[in-house]
């Protein structure tokens, strides 16, 4: 083989992995945590008043059986007015997140059916008010 051929193989060659890497990038999913994450950038500094509040409370308490995900709110918290959200964010893929309102009872839990929910990872992320504080909590949860 004369270098000329050898020559036009290693560009072929070239030409066949430039293609290939501009396939799989223009095939890659990329996905945003938020996509007003400006404003949610802006609003940071209620997540750590809120985290901070949440650490002079008690703890939340995560539980899981094989049908319900149960979340107890600190024991500070029974019996008290609470409004909040909880959000289910996975990582992974943006399609498996959920975002539910926070309606304990009063005993301060909530359970959420598992059937709803996709195996995997989470970052649960809890947001609540109550007495006029705001408190936020972040917990790793994996659904069985």
Same mark, same amino acid.
């Given at each position: 083989? &004369? #270098?000329?051929?050898?020559?036009?193989?290693?560009?072929?060659?070239?030409?066949?992995?430039?293609?290939?890497?501009?396939? +799989?990038?223009?095939?890659?999913?990329?996905?945003?945590?938020? +996509? %007003?994450?400006?404003? $949610?950038?802006?609003?940071?500094?209620?997540?750590? $008043?809120?985290?901070?509040?949440?650490?002079?409370?008690?703890?939340?308490?995560?539980?899981? %059986?094989?049908? =319900?995900? &149960?979340?107890?709110?600190?024991?500070?918290?029974?019996?008290?007015?609470?409004?909040? %959200?909880? #959000? =289910?964010?996975?990582? &992974? %893929?943006?399609? +498996?997140?959920?975002? !539910?309102? !926070?309606?304990? $009872?009063?005993?301060?839990?909530?359970?959420?059916?598992?059937?709803? =929910?996709?195996?995997?990872?989470? !970052?649960?992320? !809890?947001? #609540?008010?109550?007495?006029?504080?705001?408190?936020?909590?972040?917990?790793?949860?994996?659904?069985?």
């Amino acid at each position: 083989m &004369s #270098w000329g051929n050898k020559l036009v193989v290693v560009f072929l060659l070239f030409a066949g992995l430039i293609f290939t890497l501009v396939y +799989k990038a223009v095939n890659t999913k990329f996905e945003l945590v938020s +996509k %007003d994450y400006y404003q $949610d950038e802006l609003r940071y500094q209620d997540k750590i $008043d809120g985290a901070n509040n949440a650490r002079k409370l008690s703890g939340i308490t995560i539980t899981q %059986d094989s049908a =319900l995900l &149960s979340i107890e709110l600190p024991k500070e918290m029974k019996g008290t007015a609470t409004e909040g %959200d909880i #959000w =289910l964010y996975c990582g &992974s %893929d943006a399609t +498996k997140d959920r975002k !539910l309102p !926070l309606q304990a $009872d009063t005993l301060g839990r909530q359970m959420i059916r598992k059937n709803t =929910l996709a195996k995997g990872s989470y !970052l649960l992320k !809890l947001t #609540w008010k109550s007495g006029g504080n705001t408190y936020y909590n972040e917990q790793n949860l994996i659904i069985q």
